[in-house]
């Protein structure tokens, strides 16, 4: 029997189907802490053909890990790979998921130390923009003319009237002249 369909039947039966999901092609998502919150995530583990004796393609390429900081991803993606790479010969996607399992409340703590960071440092740049707007911003001074053609051109509501892009067909036509059907 190959290697990794033992590894998958003995993964099934340790993992819930909440927790992991393993295709036909051995690609498996496992989903590290609680579904729906801001410190879970997924890891995905896909074996090769020559998988144990090759370690296994690891990525966190997921649109729930959006909330994971990069430098998180990359540091878990370095331990991971260590890991995988001590234990070549051997099945150990189960040694990988009990390592994310272990460690996952520093990993949540530091996903939420992330995500209370860019608040403080975005709440600065927005003081620091307001600021610079205010000091060299400004409108160029429109004529009376220019003022009466812009609202003549918008309704009262502030939008361009209905068709006014709008192609003139036959004035198109007497400029284009008529293609006659050459097949007489």
């Known amino acids: 029997m190959d290697p990794r369909a ?44 020559d998988y144990p004796y090759i370690p296994p393609i690891i990525d966190f390429n997921e649109f729930c890990n959006l909330n994971m900081p990069r430098v998180l991803q990359e540091s878990l993606l370095s331990e991971l790979n260590e890991i995988a790479s001590q234990n070549v010969g051997e099945s150990h996607t ?37 600021m610079e707007a205010k000091k060299g911003k400004k409108d160029t001074a429109l004529t009376k003319a220019q003022k009466r053609r812009q609202i003549n051109r918008f309704d009262s509501d502030g939008n361009l009237p209905r068709g006014w892009n709008w192609v003139d067909v036959i004035k198109h036509l007497r400029q284009t002249g008529v293609q006659g059907d050459s097949t007489s």
């Open 94 to 130: 189960f040694t990988l998921i009990e390592h994310l399992r272990d460690n996952f409340e520093t990993y949540a703590q530091q996903i939420r130390d992330a995500k209370k960071r860019p608040k403080e440092r975005a709440f600065e740049s927005v003081v620091a923009e307001d």
């Open 6 to 49: 033992e590894e998958r039947i003995v993964l099934e039966s340790i993992y819930t189907s909440e927790e992991i999901n393993i295709t036909d092609d051995y690609k498996i998502q496992f989903r590290v802490g609680t579904p729906g919150t801001l410190e879970s995530f997924v890891v995905n583990i896909t074996w090769p053909l």
